[in-house]
């Protein structure tokens, strides 16, 4: 029987992979991996209406991925958690490899 603790992590980490289930939110972790941005620099950056991409970066905030910081009226975001890229490349890779092997490649 699964107990409370392991309950607990499981809905954190499953928050937190849903959170990553969106190809706009990956590609605003790879940028927020090179600098800190503004939700405005990343929308035009991404070609995004800016309400678009500052709800995907609320989405990451609240999974913890990334945090905000105001000055005025800009609001500029920090990914918080640069390992869960790590952890993308390192699935991605395992995936493509089996793919690999049962196809016969």
């Not at 090179?34 to 939700?39: A, F, P, R």
């Not at 995907?56 to 910081?69: I, P, R, Y």
Request: aromatic share 4%; glycine share 4%.
């Amino acid at each position: 029987m699964i107990s409370n603790t392991e309950q607990k992590q499981a809905q954190q980490r499953a928050h937190m992979f849903k959170a990553l289930a969106h190809p706009m939110r990956i590609y605003f972790l790879e940028k927020l991996k090179e600098k800190s941005w503004c939700v405005c620099e990343l929308a035009a950056e991404a070609d995004i209406p800016k309400s678009a991409a500052s709800k995907h970066l609320s989405q990451l905030k609240e999974a913890g991925l990334v945090e905000d910081s105001k000055t005025g009226t800009r609001v500029e975001y920090t990914l918080t958690a640069p390992c869960v890229l790590d952890l993308a490349a390192c699935a991605e890779g395992v995936v493509l490899e089996n793919r690999r092997k049962q196809l016969g490649v």
